[in-house]
């Protein structure tokens, strides 16, 4: 625990970038209606992003740097999940994919042939807005989904549906019935004007304890000249109003 909080002091030191572009996820279970996490992503100017995810109290559990040094859906990925002690890298290596996975002292390494066909984590949001043309016209595409915990990608379904005037739909799920049985569906809605996410609905990012998984989080989107530490208060639902509050104390 004390070498994540340092991890976590040191990352909040990293400098300020001029106009940062910020996207605020509010994540409430399908359930019960009840915010699970806020997801907040912060865009600088040097291409780089930070997505960090807070508890309705605003206690960070997940904290992720991106880079993009090749194509837009494969960045280099380092996830801390500061709750469970736990690093998680999805690295482009020449023409693979290195994937690490650290946790209470365990180390393991994987790797996946990486061609323009394999995504993986954040990559999602890359791909769709780059293909945005081809999907609409075709309906669908193959991906290749690439975890940490597997030697292979797993064979997914990218498909396109306009919804209305102003929202297109994607919905991201199994090829095969096995897949599918495993691994939940994934729908998209994404604002034509920008060609930005504006509401995800699947299975959540946050390991739920009471095993209330399915979530639909809704995007918003906002620009500071600074970067900043957390969710300003504006930004976030008022029943959050006092967990902005004692945080600010």
Do not use: C
Not at 56 to 74: M, R, W
Not at 132 to 160: C, Y
Not at 179 to 201: C, G, K, Q, T
């Amino acid at each position: 625990m004390k070498s994540a909080l340092l991890l976590f002091a040191a990352l909040l030191t990293l400098p300020a970038f001029a106009d940062v572009q910020h996207a605020i996820g509010v994540a409430r279970s399908d359930k019960t209606g009840e915010i699970r996490y806020i997801e907040h992503h912060q865009n600088f100017d040097d291409g780089t992003r930070r997505i960090e995810y807070f508890t309705p109290s605003l206690e960070t559990l997940i904290v992720k740097q991106l880079s993009y040094p090749g194509l837009p859906h494969h960045p280099r990925v380092e996830l801390r999940d500061l709750a469970n002690n736990t690093r998680i890298l999805f690295e482009p290596v020449e023409e693979q994919l290195r994937m690490v996975v650290e946790r209470d002292g365990e180390r393991q390494e994987r790797f996946v042939e990486r061609d323009a066909s394999v995504v993986y984590d954040a990559g999602f949001d890359g791909l769709i807005k780059t293909e945005w043309d081809s999907l609409i016209e075709s309906g669908k595409k193959e991906v290749q989904f690439a975890v940490p915990v597997r030697d292979a990608t797993l064979a997914m379904m990218l498909a396109a549906t306009p919804l209305t005037d102003s929202i297109t739909g994607f919905t991201l799920q199994g090829k095969s019935f096995v897949v599918r049985m495993f691994l939940p569906a994934i729908e998209l809605e994404y604002r034509n004007s920008d060609r930005r996410l504006v509401r995800f609905s699947g299975p959540s990012n946050i390991n739920a304890k009471d095993g209330d998984q399915k979530i639909t989080a809704k995007f918003a989107y906002f620009v500071t000249d600074e970067r900043v530490d957390i969710p300003l208060q504006q930004w976030l639902p008022d029943e959050m109003s006092s967990a902005v509050a004692t945080r600010a104390d």
